[in-house]
Nanobody, 128 residues
Framework: QVQLVESGGGLVQIGGSLRLSCASS????????HAWFRQAPGKERDFVAA????????YYADSVKGRFTISRDNAKNTVYLQMNSLRAEDTAVYYC?????????????????????WGQGTQVTVSS
């Protein structure tokens, strides 16, 4: 069983930055796929970014490409999401997800059901 604990959410102004962290208890952390999803009120949970396991291939949703950066620190068993140039539409609860697979296709890693483990979520609110 893998536990994921997110932190770093909060209230930020439009154009500001936040860095989310996701600490994992997984013993094979560096070989697993990790991702960030987000869910706005009344909407489905949407893919934001993913980092494949051993190869480290990175994928982003079009809506965050160029503004968000996913990264991983294997020594700390932690995945990060650096969010810059935040917009009001980025407001959501952000969830960290992990799976035992070391690789997924670019289509599969965008699917909520492909992940076995989820964090509790952290609220990000972007306002003027």
């Amino acid at each position: 069983q893998v536990q994921l604990v997110e932190s770093g959410g909060g209230l930020v102004q439009i154009g500001g930055s936040l860095r989310l962290s996701c600490a994992s208890s997984g013993r094979t952390f560096g070989r697993n796929v990790h991702a960030w999803f987000r869910q706005a009120p009344g909407k489905e949970r949407d893919f934001v970014a993913a980092l494949a396991g051993t190869g480290g291939t990175i994928y982003y949703a079009d809506s965050v490409k160029g503004r968000f950066t996913i990264s991983r620190d294997n020594a700390k068993n932690t995945v990060y999401l650096q969010m810059n140039s935040l917009r009001a539409e980025d407001t959501a609860v952000y969830y960290c997800a992990a799976d035992g697979d070391s690789w997924k296709s670019s289509a599969r890693l965008r699917v909520v059901g492909e992940y076995d483990y989820w964090g509790q979520g952290t609220q990000v609110t972007v306002s003027s």
